[in-house]
């Protein structure tokens, strides 16, 4: 999440907070392909409720609780909601890459196109 935040602060002076923000629910759900368990198994601290699902069920629903949450609390949602242009992705996309000592840690490896997919999709 973080390798897809610095850009978004570095080209459009976005607070790092928001950045990861904008982003998380879409990471959440990339990595929870490969890796639900974590995502199950940190939800019903956060929402209760998902504790009672499969680890799938769990990681996916836990996304959509993020993405809630942060709409809840009144933060901007989409990448457009705060300026930046589409044509911007490929730029986000090709620098997050640039991003080595976070991308490694990723429980999934990330492509510069999953990076643009991941855009798209906070977009």
Aim: a negative charge; charged letters at 15%.
């Amino acid at each position: 999440m973080h390798a897809l935040a610095y850009p978004i602060g570095g080209h459009f002076k976005i607070p790092h907070g928001l950045s990861n923000a904008l982003v998380l629910a879409h990471v959440l759900r990339f990595n929870a392909v490969v890796a639900p368990a974590p995502y199950a198994e940190m939800a019903p601290y956060v929402f209760p409720a998902l504790g009672q699902m499969g680890p799938q069920e769990a990681a996916a629903a836990f996304a959509e609780e993020m993405a809630a949450l942060a709409e809840q609390c009144g933060l901007e949602a989409r990448l457009r909601d705060v300026g930046i242009p589409q044509d911007a992705l490929d730029l986000l996309a090709r620098d997050a890459m640039n991003q080595t000592r976070l991308l490694v840690n990723n429980p999934r490896p990330v492509k510069q196109s999953d990076a643009r997919a991941i855009y798209q999709a906070a977009w």
